[in-house]
């Protein structure tokens, strides 16, 4: 039974480029939420998807954005990248709005 | 402003011994809490968590006690392994399933 997955493992990119982070849910999930992890500090939360919507979204400006596809798998981009950007970005997966959330390994983005 | 918050950035006991971990949280609204290790570049790790409506949950080596009137819950590790070393986070949610972290505990198991 496959966990939460998450590609690529890591990532550098330059200030205003963009990037597209992907997230597969743990098999029976349909709810994925994203989550940021700066050096140092807590996981914050970014949004979260179901059933292809975004249903709640955390203090994140519109630079990020996200999709769900009808397979649950879900992307996370970030426009016009801000050095701050860089951080661990962390895909949790539930059903439904189950509080135990999975979580994948990140993905570490750095910004340039 | 810090919902959930736990004030000690880091825990050092001898293996075998009792570690016991705190989170302190502001918010009334909250009804679930959870508590999550998690080690260097790996995702939180799911161990335990405990309803608004209890005020204790064991789960073989960890217990977590909640004091709904003190806003104050605790993770506590019996006895305690030097695989136990790992940041613990501690989480809480109102009514859905988005968690609200506190700023995370390291701790450090001595053999």
């Known amino acids: 039974d496959a966990g939460v997955t998450q590609s690529p493992t890591h990532l550098i990119k330059t200030r205003g480029q963009q990037v597209t982070l992907r997230c597969s849910p743990k098999?029976?999930?349909?709810?994925v939420s994203w989550y940021q992890q700066a050096l140092g500090q807590e996981p914050q939360f970014i949004f979260q998807y179901y059933e292809e919507e975004e249903r709640q979204r955390g203090n994140f400006p519109d630079r990020f954005s996200g999709h769900q596809f009808p397979n649950y798998s879900s992307e996370l981009n970030v426009n016009a990248l801000l050095l701050g950007d860089s951080a661990l970005y962390l895909c949790?997966?539930?059903?439904?709005?189950?509080?135990?959330?999975?979580f994948g390994s990140g993905t570490q983005l750095s910004v340039l | 402003d810090q919902q959930v918050k736990q004030n000690s950035p880091s825990l050092s006991v001898q293996e075998g011994r009792i570690s016991i971990l705190n989170c302190d949280y502001t918010n009334s609204m909250f009804d679930y809490f959870l508590w999550y290790k998690k080690y260097p570049a790996e995702g939180p790790t799911f161990l335990i968590s405990i309803s608004s409506i209890k005020d204790k949950n064991e789960d073989g080596r960890f217990t977590v006690f909640l004091n709904k009137s003190a806003k104050h819950l605790s993770l506590h590790i019996v006895p305690s392994q030097p695989g136990d070393s790992a940041v613990y986070f501690c989480a809480a949610s109102a009514g859905t399933n988005k968690l609200i972290f506190g700023t995370g505990t390291l701790l450090a198991v001595q053999p």
């Open positions: 098999s029976g999930h349909d709810t």
């Open positions: 949790a997966s539930s059903w439904r709005q189950d509080v135990k959330l999975f």
